[in-house]
């Protein structure tokens, strides 16, 4: 559906975007993260026709937005973090002007009623944006995104400045949207990308640093894995047998006995899941796992390890008196 390949983007000597490419399938949900100045923005402006690039290309549906601007555009929906909304205007008469602005030829009024139902906004159409809450104008730059239904969305920071009521509607509605749109979130909220994507793609310092299913994506950090379980079994021989499995660094007993279980704290060798391996040895022994829960693998913890990883890495530059 989206094809990016060999992307660059450079100002002078500085790359905010170096030489990317990554592909996004029909009907996925997909996170992209990055630090400030990371290069997403830049990345979803060349994708979205409103910046040039340096180099490469990006093909949305087989057709180059650089060769076939006017006809990429039409295949696109984007929101960016700040709506672009005219606030004296009603909301019905803005989708109008936005229906009228994007040359849509869909049934004007059954095209942009269907859209105010679909993200709540029928009970507001004839009132001012101006009038309306944070949420509701959310919502109306969603709409305006939807009109023409492109087949690709795109979201900039979607639920900023919203109450955790609003977030969550808002999250639903996206989450809705990829069952007929391809979408592209970018967001800061982290547990929003785990919620709602069903892929992660992490960009730092204008490179592509991961990309992975949102349930694999724990497979980027380099890294020893912990995981705290919970065994009905002897303690002892449980301890010593996950202690004997291969690329076990160590195990441990932390809990005391309860209901008939105990705690362990097992820590694999770096890139290695051990999940399977402890499964199999637990159901041969009949010792049965009431308990696995991942230590220290949540987004933010693998955003940030990514991230530094890859900076850490990166090489530095000489200063004036280390080239002189």
Known sequence: MIEIKNLVKR???????????FSIE???????????????????????GCLSCTSGSVTINGVDVFDDPLQAKKMIGYLPEFPPL???MTVWEYLNFVYDLKECTLAREAHLSEICDRVKLTDV????IRNLSKGYRQRVGIAQALVGNPRVIIFDEPTVGLDPKQIIEIRTLIKDLGQDHTVILSTHILPEVQMVCDRIVIINR???????????????????RQIQLKICGPAKEVESSLKALSGI???????????SSTAYLVESEPGLDMRKSIFNLCASHGWPIIGMEAVGLNLEEIF????????ASAPKKKTRKQRG
């Open 11 to 21: 100002y002078g000597d500085n790359y905010a975007v170096n030489d990317i490419s």
């Open 26 to 48: 029909d009907g996925e949900i997909v996170g992209f993260l990055g630090p400030n100045g990371a290069g997403k923005t830049t990345t979803m402006s060349i994708l979205t």
């Open 86 to 88: 005219y606030l004296e």
């Open 125 to 128: 159409q004839g009132r001012i």
């Open 206 to 224: 204008g490179k592509i640093v991961a990309d992975e299913k949102t349930e694999d994506i724990e497979k980027v950090v380099v890294g020893a």
């Open 249 to 259: 660094k160590y195990a441990e007993v932390i809990g005391e006995r309860e209901l």
């Open 304 to 311: 940030i390890s990514v991230v530094d990883e890859k900076e």
